[in-house]
């Protein structure tokens, strides 16, 4: 029987067997990105063959909250029980959920399968970065930033262009049935190279902490996905949420300090790095998915772009995002020193979302883009600046649920960014147009806030501009909002105290720092 050595390897020359890995891991990342922006374009047609509109919303909630809940999980399990097999499995989950939405006969099975697909992409971001974060020490892990960033900005991107194009040519249900083939491979390729140690926990799992995480962050994710549109913010099903989110959040918190192995070990929190990391990764999410939503609205409301190219529409922002995401990356690895990224990210961010804030009906496509691109390369100092500095702040034991809790808060960050700046959003709105166009602005809105091209198009001259004034009201309010809330990062940012990250320098003599933390690839000989 053969045995197992555990080689290290120089951060400098990595082998073959790593880069494969993180081609695989790349495509992994691509499917937990794009999954939801191609179905977004695909639910229009999917409505048409299958019916229930009035259980649209469900298809996107039932996903964001299993893919919210079992994030931390997958996380746990990974430091548990090793990290190759949990990823592998969340994978084929998400794949089995993939196939299944392909099949589904009616809405009801299909929220169902989405529920199945979003329990496997929680550990797909997770397992990304916490295998990475295994491979690669701190200090190189910033050369492959760039990588990421560029998955993230060709799902945004081409996120709607493939859903539109596999939508009309193939039928809806490929929107699905195109994960199946990318995950075989990288599930191919991480089974043949990613050799990893095998761990086994004596501990049981946390079956109360997995249970009282999972009511509390469904409570907060229905609170922020209902809040101000199924039901009002002072209504007894939203204080109901509340106060279950609440006191589930309460107990999980308390119990955690008495579980044998805590699905998310509260001693993370005691660093400040960590913690201010955290931070700074729910404000990113804030800010980015309520940019992405509101962006392509405004541009095609009011600037009278083209809905097909939607994605394209935040290519200005996306772009400057993955050059200073490269950049950081660089320097990053070149000095050991990362402080000032946050800082100069949170200051850019600050600058551009205000700068977003005073656009209106006369704003130029131009003008709006260079707006966009002081937002993005804000973003590009923060996006894997967070995970990098979070990882690097606590051990390799519990390198998976520092991954799950970063990537939770960013998650958590985007639902508040989306109901928060919407419920402002729409109140604006709804308000100039009744304002403008009296009881015809009050009827047009009555229903959304948002109208699509072909509604807008169908309304009267008068009713149209002043839909187009009522988006940019509505507009600036909403950006105005993710300033202020942006300054809480700056002020996270100023208060995190640059700690030499892992592997970035030679071994001191006589001293085993370092060996727990250099990358291994573990060959069976």
Not at 440 to 463: H, W
Request: aromatic residues 8%; charged residues 10%.
């Amino acid at each position: 029987m053969a045995d197992t050595e555990t080689v290290e390897t120089k951060p400098e020359k990595q082998p073959k067997s790593v880069r494969v890995v993180l081609l695989a891991l790349m495509i992994t990342m691509m499917l937990a990105m794009l999954d939801n922006m191609i179905v977004g374009t695909a639910m229009p047609t999917i409505v048409g063959e299958l019916g229930g509109l009035e259980h649209l919303s469900w298809v996107v909630t039932a996903y964001t909250l299993a893919t919210a809940a079992a994030t931390p999980v997958w996380g746990k399990l990974g430091d548990m029980f090793g990290r190759k097999t949990t990823f592998m499995t969340s994978i084929v989950i998400f794949l089995i959920g993939s196939a299944l939405s392909g099949m589904a006969q009616n809405m009801g099975e299909l929220i169902g399968f989405r529920a199945v697909q979003g329990l496997g992409a929680g550990g797909l971001m997770v397992g990304v970065m916490a295998i990475i974060g295994d491979l690669i020490p701190p200090r190189e892990r910033g050369k492959y930033q760039g990588m990421m960033a560029g998955v993230m900005a060709i799902a945004m991107i081409g996120g709607p262009l493939v859903g539109g194009t596999i939508t009309d040519n193939w039928g809806w249900r490929w929107a699905f049935y195109i994960n199946l083939p990318l995950g075989v491979v990288a599930l191919g390729l991480i089974s043949a190279v990613l050799h990893l140690p095998k761990k086994r926990s004596k501990a049981g799992i946390d079956y109360l902490g997995v249970v009282l995480l999972t009511v509390g962050i469904t409570a907060i994710v229905l609170v922020t996905t209902w809040g101000g549109s199924e039901y009002s913010w002072t209504s007894a099903r939203i204080m109901e949420l509340i106060g279950i989110g609440v006191a589930a959040l309460i107990g999980f918190v308390f119990w955690q300090t008495k579980a044998a192995e805590p699905v998310v070990p509260l001693h993370i929190f005691r660093n400040r790095n960590f913690t201010l990391m955290s931070i700074i990764g729910f404000i990113t999410g804030f800010v980015m998915f309520g940019a992405t939503l509101y962006l392509p609205l405004y541009q095609q409301s009011v600037q009278g772009a083209s809905a097909t190219n939607s994605g394209l529409l935040l290519l200005p922002m996306l772009g400057a995002m993955l050059v200073t995401s490269m950049v950081a990356g660089r320097v990053t690895t070149n000095t050991g020193r990362y402080k000032i990224f946050p800082v100069v990210g949170s200051a850019l961010m600050i600058v551009g979302l205000y700068l977003l804030s005073t656009m209106d009906t006369g704003t130029s496509r131009f003008t709006s883009g260079v707006f966009m691109a002081v937002v993005g390369l804000g973003m590009g100092c923060l996006m894997q600046v967070t995970m990098l500095v979070a990882q690097n702040s606590v051990e390799m034991k519990d390198m998976g649920v520092a991954s799950s809790s970063t990537t939770l808060f960013r998650t958590l960050g985007s639902s508040f960014g989306v109901a928060i700046m919407g419920a402002l959003f729409n109140n604006r709105v709804q308000h100039v147009m009744a304002e403008r166009a009296g009881s015809l602005g009050a009827k047009i809105t009555e229903k959304s806030a948002s109208l699509d091209a072909k509604s807008l198009a169908k309304l009267p001259a008068v009713a149209r501009e002043a839909y187009q004034h009522a988006v940019s009201a509505g507009i600036h309010w909403a950006f105005l909002l993710g300033s202020v809330v942006a300054v809480v990062a700056l002020i996270a940012a100023v208060f995190v105290k640059e700690v030499a990250l892992r592997g970035a320098g030679p071994k001191p003599e006589g001293s085993d720092e370092g060996a727990a933390v250099q990358p291994q690839v573990v060959e069976a000989v």
